[in-house]
């Protein structure tokens, strides 16, 4: 389970405001790479912290639950959006970074400090420590996962109405045995990322 351990050393090197960084969506062939920031409450333990973990651990039903609290009771947090079309112009990693600097630009305070799931930032002048598997390990950034994954999949549940033919409020994107068949079935659609292999294979 994520702790607040890499947050309270840093607090005890005397920064405050903490923002934990993740992304959801990396891996679909479909929608946009969402990035979540989340800067805890550091002063008090709410009871819900012990309820926080990887978003992809728990459920759609606890996750929405979550994200309410997390929204309700942070110093502050933000989500950051880059589409299929920008994905496929700059190539997924760089997407990836620009959707966590759009987090971070969203937010209504500057983090003084950065605990980020995986990735190293480049061109920020905030302090940032790369965590492997860090929505495993902080708090921070497993909270961040949540409430990125929520606005995704939320995004994901629109597209599913607007794109007849495919269900996106199911496989979310991911490339699935349903999503290969409606792949084969329907044309591709504009938030298809048409430079990953299933895309490229299908407008052949």
């Avoid at 502050?76 to 112009?89: E, F």
């Avoid at 390990?137 to 999949?153: N, T, Y």
């Avoid at 607007?162 to 504009?190: D, M």
Wanted: hydrophobic residues 35%.
């Amino acid at each position: 389970m994520p702790t607040l351990e890499y947050e309270l050393d840093l607090v005890s090197q005397g920064y405050k405001l903490i923002a934990g960084l993740d992304e959801v969506g990396r891996g679909t062939i479909a929608g946009p790479v969402v990035s979540g920031s989340v800067i805890l409450n550091l002063t008090e333990k709410f009871e819900f912290y012990d309820e926080i973990n990887d978003s992809k651990k728990l459920s759609p039903t606890k996750r929405n639950r979550l994200s309410k609290l997390i929204k309700q009771y942070s110093i502050d947090c933000s989500i950051g959006i880059v589409s299929a079309k920008i994905i496929d112009t700059i190539g997924i990693v760089p997407a990836t970074k620009l959707s966590m600097k759009r987090a971070i630009s969203h937010l209504s305070k500057k983090p003084q400090y950065l605990l980020v799931d995986s990735l190293n930032i480049c061109d920020i002048d905030i302090g940032q420590k790369s965590i492997i598997k860090g929505d495993n390990i902080s708090l921070s950034i497993a909270a961040a996962s949540i409430i990125a994954k929520v606005a995704r999949d939320r995004m994901m549940l629109k597209y599913d109405k607007y794109f007849s033919g495919y269900s996106f409020g199911s496989h979310k994107g991911y490339y699935t045995k349903s999503h290969s068949e409606e792949l084969i079935t329907n044309s591709v659609t504009k938030i298809h990322r048409k430079s990953f292999a299933p895309i490229k294979h299908s407008i052949k």
